[in-house]
């Protein structure tokens, strides 16, 4: 038994506080200060695990992040090397994510994921000027055809070839059809210096020089007759021969 330090009544020893003043006894006390410490233990130990899975999950985002943030690099630079828009056009996503989810978690942008967009809006660009390059250097064609066109009129029906016609005719054929490998949008610069020898049915133009690309073209323009003049072969090697088309003319270069 224990006596209850403010009315003196008498208490079973396990008793919290006294049934007649409410006073906490001793072992009251030693009780409430042993649940208050297990409820900051417990409290303690919650807060230790919400740190401990806040700190898993930020190292996953962390390594997602690194991860997404190397991808977008990784598909960026292969598009940008490769000229292939779709490929770039995956890294800008990635790389979009990534700067997404490192702002979500709170993380710094990886430079990766910086990178990898730069990479890809510089190669969508250039594609895009490309394309825009392409589409003018077509029309621009397309106005030299009508031009030469309105230019021959009938002047290919004359029983004989002259000089400016078989010009024109030329650059006509390889405005239309190119020369080897390059395309007709890369035919530049045309001259018509050589001599024109001509028969009945057939003509050539020699030393017909222009621009192919980046190097320059000196080739022969053979010319044959049926209802009028047409351009058979631009090639390297003489009329007289065969006629070798342009590619494999160029080939054989």
Same mark, same amino acid.
């Given at each position: 038994m224990v006596t209850c330090n403010r009315c003196g009544a008498e208490l079973p020893l396990d008793a919290w506080e006294c049934p007649y003043c409410r006073t906490v006894?001793?072992?009251g006390f030693a009780r409430r200060e042993a #649940?208050?410490?297990a409820f900051r233990a417990e409290a303690e130990a919650d807060r230790a695990r919400d740190h401990a899975f806040a700190s898993a999950q930020r190292a996953e985002a962390e390594r997602s992040?690194?991860?997404s943030s190397r991808h977008a690099l990784l598909w960026?630079?292969?598009?940008?090397?490769?000229?292939?828009s779709p490929l770039a056009l995956v890294g800008l996503v990635l790389g979009f994510r990534s700067r997404a989810l490192a702002r979500r978690v709170g993380l710094v942008i990886p430079t990766t994921a910086t990178l990898g967009i730069v990479l890809?809006?510089?190669q969508m660009l250039v594609f895009a000027a490309a394309i825009v390059f392409g589409i003018h250097a077509q029309m621009q064609v397309d106005a030299r055809l009508e031009a030469l066109e309105r #230019?021959?009129?009938?002047?290919?029906?004359?029983?004989?070839?002259?000089?400016?016609?078989a010009c024109k005719l030329a650059e006509r054929f390889l405005l239309q059809n190119g020369y080897g490998e390059h395309s007709e949008t890369s035919i530049e610069r045309l001259r018509c210096d050589g001599a024109?020898?001509?028969t009945a049915s057939s003509a050539a133009l020699e030393a017909l020089e222009f621009e192919a690309g980046d190097g320059k073209v000196?080739?022969?323009a053979c010319f044959s007759r049926g209802a009028r003049w047409s351009v058979t072969a631009v090639q390297e090697r003489n009329c007289s021969g065969p006629a070798v088309p342009p590619a494999a003319a160029s080939s054989a270069r």
């Amino acid at each position: 038994m224990v006596t209850c330090n403010r009315c003196g009544a008498e208490l079973p020893l396990d008793a919290w506080e006294c049934p007649y003043c409410r006073t906490v006894t001793a072992h009251g006390f030693a009780r409430r200060e042993a #649940e208050a410490a297990a409820f900051r233990a417990e409290a303690e130990a919650d807060r230790a695990r919400d740190h401990a899975f806040a700190s898993a999950q930020r190292a996953e985002a962390e390594r997602s992040l690194q991860r997404s943030s190397r991808h977008a690099l990784l598909w960026s630079l292969a598009g940008f090397v490769l000229c292939c828009s779709p490929l770039a056009l995956v890294g800008l996503v990635l790389g979009f994510r990534s700067r997404a989810l490192a702002r979500r978690v709170g993380l710094v942008i990886p430079t990766t994921a910086t990178l990898g967009i730069v990479l890809a809006v510089t190669q969508m660009l250039v594609f895009a000027a490309a394309i825009v390059f392409g589409i003018h250097a077509q029309m621009q064609v397309d106005a030299r055809l009508e031009a030469l066109e309105r #230019e021959l009129g009938t002047e290919p029906d004359q029983p004989m070839l002259s000089q400016p016609t078989a010009c024109k005719l030329a650059e006509r054929f390889l405005l239309q059809n190119g020369y080897g490998e390059h395309s007709e949008t890369s035919i530049e610069r045309l001259r018509c210096d050589g001599a024109l020898t001509q028969t009945a049915s057939s003509a050539a133009l020699e030393a017909l020089e222009f621009e192919a690309g980046d190097g320059k073209v000196r080739a022969n323009a053979c010319f044959s007759r049926g209802a009028r003049w047409s351009v058979t072969a631009v090639q390297e090697r003489n009329c007289s021969g065969p006629a070798v088309p342009p590619a494999a003319a160029s080939s054989a270069r």
